[in-house]
């Protein structure tokens, strides 16, 4: 298993002007090992479940990211979880610091399963997560959910793919 490596994306396939068209090819049953791999950590709003100010916080940081080149070219990845009802958590894969914003490292290995559907379903994403993680023989740790396209980017593709990644503890 590689150390801090993610499938690779086509990062030049994008007719919307925003979000790439995601392929899953390569990131369903993926093993991912991480050791001090390198984020940006932002907060969102929500309420009930619902994010507020996504948009807002996901422009700010993606041009921070932009702007100090620490976007990897190959691949990006945002692992995104709710800590509360009224909070979400997200961590920005990036290649080197970027000022102004929190900067956090992340070691540990994980598993990832391709979901397609409603964002509403994440719910039963995060069990089926902790399902796969058990049948491993492994416990879960932190459960993400990385949301491939945008939501308008997602209609526009006439899919939406979103991978469950589980934190996996022995």
């Known amino acids: 298993m590689e150390t801090n490596t993610l499938p690779g994306m086509d990062m030049s396939c994008d007719t919307t002007g925003c979000c790439p068209r995601f392929s899953p090819e390569g ?22 479940h619902i ?4 948009g ?3 422009t700010r940081v993606q041009t921070h990211i932009e702007n100090a080149g620490a976007q990897d070219p190959d691949s990006y990845l945002v692992l995104s979880r709710d800590l509360s009802s009224s909070e979400g958590e997200h961590f920005f894969a990036v290649t080197s610091e970027v000022p102004d914003e929190k ?21 039963d994403w995060k ?16 459960i993400f959910m990385f949301y491939t396209t945008c939501p308008r980017c997602s209609r526009a593709y006439g899919r939406n793919y979103v991978i469950g990644i589980a934190e996996t503890n022995p």
């Open 27 to 48: 990131w369903d049953g993926r093993q991912l090992h991480f050791r001090d791999k390198l984020f940006v950590r932002a907060t969102t709003h929500s309420l009930l």
């Open 51 to 54: 994010p507020l100010d996504m």
């Open 56 to 58: 807002k916080v996901f």
């Open 103 to 123: 900067m956090v490292r992340l070691s540990g290995d994980f598993i990832t399963r391709v979901f397609e559907g409603p964002y509403r379903k994440a719910k």
């Open 127 to 142: 069990h089926e997560m902790e399902i796969a993680v058990q049948a491993a023989g492994k416990t879960a740790g932190r």
